[in-house]
C-alpha cells in the first residue's frame, strides 16, 4: 500500500546534539512537507519542497535544515540552533500540480524528546 | 494573509448527540478549506475538503461540513456522536496558486461521553 513511512516514532536526544528525522514516501508525490506539532498551537510549517533538489523555508525554519535528493525521501535534521526542539513533527505530501486541491498525506510523525 | 479560527478548544458530547465543531476563515477571496481528524500519535488524515463544487460537503465516517460565504464559515457536524469520534479535528484552508501554503487552525478536541 502506498503511504508515508516516518522513522524513528519516538526519539530522545541530549541537548547540543543534531539529530535527523527520516521522511520517505511511494505515492509518487511531487511535494513533500515538515510541520512541528506543540499542544494548542496546531501545524506549523518547517521547511517544503516541490520538486527534487529545491526546497523552501516555512514560517519556523530556523534551527532545521532538509534536503531533497530524492523525490522519494525529504529527511529533516534538527540542529543544536533549535532553542526548543521537543516536539511532534508530521511529515507530509500532495500532488504538485493539483496541490491546492490534493490533499496532503501524512506520516504517522516522529515524537522527538530533547533533554 | 490567509487565517483560521476554530472556536473552543475542547468540546465534550454524549455519545448519540449532535457534533458541531466550528471553523471560520479569514480570506480575501473564497478558498479551498479541508477538515482533518488526528487520533492520539498519529498523522493527520482527511476527513472532507470544499473545493467550490457544492457548498454541502459529505465525508468519511458520517462527517459533513457546510461551507457559508457570507458567514466565512466552514462547521463539520456529526448528526449522532460514536465513541470512535473522540480525537482532535484541525480545519485548513489554501489558497488556488501552488505558491499558497495550507494553513490550520488551532484544532478542537472532541471528548464523547458514553
Known amino acids: 500500500d502506498g503511504g508515508i513511512t516516518q522513522s524513528p516514532k519516538y526519539l530522545f536526544r541530549k541537548e547540543g546534539q543534531n539529530v535527523t528525522l527520516s521522511c520517505e514516501q511511494n505515492?509518487?508525490?511531487?511535494?513533500m512537507y515538515w510541520y512541528r506539532q506543540d499542544p494548542g498551537q496546531g501545524l506549523r510549517l518547517i521547511y517544503y519542497s516541490q520538486i527534487v533538489n529545491d526546497f523552501q523555508k516555512g514560517d519556523i525554519a530556523e534551527g532545521y535544515s532538509v534536503s531533497r535528493e530524492k523525490k522519494e525521501s525529504f529527511p529533516l535534521t534538527v540542529t543544536s540552533a533549535q532553542k526548543n526542539p521537543t516536539a511532534f513533527y508530521l511529515c507530509?505530501?500532495?500532488?504538485?500540480?493539483?496541490?491546492?486541491?490534493?490533499?496532503?498525506?501524512f506520516g504517522n510523525g516522529t515524537r522527538l524528546t530533547v533533554t | 494573509a490567509q487565517s483560521v479560527t476554530q472556536l473552543g478548544s475542547h468540546v465534550s458530547v454524549s455519545e448519540g448527540a449532535l457534533v458541531l465543531l466550528r471553523c471560520n476563515y479569514s480570506s480575501s477571496v473564497p478558498p479551498y478549506l479541508f477538515w482533518y481528524v488526528q487520533y492520539p500519535n498519529q498523522g493527520l488524515q482527511l476527513l472532507l475538503k470544499y473545493t467550490s463544487a457544492a457548498t454541502l460537503v459529505k465525508g468519511i465516517n458520517g462527517f459533513e461540513a457546510e461551507f457559508k460565504k457570507s458567514e466565512t464559515s466552514f462547521h463539520l457536524t456529526k448528526p449522532s456522536a460514536h465513541m470512535s469520534d473522540a480525537a482532535e479535528y484541525f480545519c485548513a484552508v489554501s489558497g488556488y496558486t501552488s505558491y499558497d501554503k495550507v494553513i490550520f487552525g488551532p484544532g478542537t478536541s472532541l471528548s464523547v461521553i458514553p
Open positions: 505515492l509518487n508525490h511531487d511535494a
Open positions: 507530509a505530501s500532495s500532488f504538485e500540480k493539483d496541490r491546492v486541491k490534493s490533499p496532503l498525506h
